[in-house]
């Protein structure tokens, strides 16, 4: 077993883990933050997106030791401070981003990693950068309105 401590969602949090164990294992199980979803557990389908130092990673990728010492941002963080759905999470409910729910997680945190690389992307632009993340309900468009309705609110 190996001790690991970082900052996630702003709060320190450390656990003891063996060297296999999941970054997703890690926030899902030993956290209880369940908002970060395995779906594909390859890398594939970005379910499982959060945000280590401000960078977009596939929880499902990398082990929890590796991200020892870092500041992860899972879904559950991105609300604002007083539970009120941030931006790009209220432009995904109102531009019906979602269906079935289970991608959103992952989309909102990928849609924030692009949001916050470029404040104005181009549908696109914003397709491009969607392509690790699959939806099997949306065929994108409510996906693609919603990251743009985000940029202009957030503009």
Request: net charge negative; hydrophobic share 40%; aromatic share 2%.
């Amino acid at each position: 077993m190996t001790k690991i401590s970082m900052t996630v969602n702003g709060k320190a949090v450390s656990g003891e883990v063996e060297g296999r164990t999941l970054l997703v294992d890690f926030l899902r199980e030993d956290l209880t933050l369940t908002g970060t979803h395995v779906g594909c557990e390859t890398g594939h389908c970005g379910a499982c997106t959060v945000h280590l130092g401000g960078m977009m990673v596939k929880s499902c990728n990398m082990l929890a030791v590796e991200a020892d010492g870092g500041d992860i941002t899972t879904i559950e963080g991105m609300a604002n401070e007083d539970g009120s759905l941030s931006v790009i999470q209220a432009a995904f409910q109102e531009h019906h981003g979602l269906q079935c729910g289970f991608c959103t997680p992952g989309m909102v945190m990928a849609a924030s990693a692009l949001l916050a690389e470029n404040s104005s992307p181009s549908e696109a632009e914003i397709r491009k950068h969607l392509d690790g993340n699959i939806c099997r309900c949306t065929g994108y468009h409510n996906i693609v309105k919603s990251i743009q309705a985000a940029a202009e609110t957030l503009a």
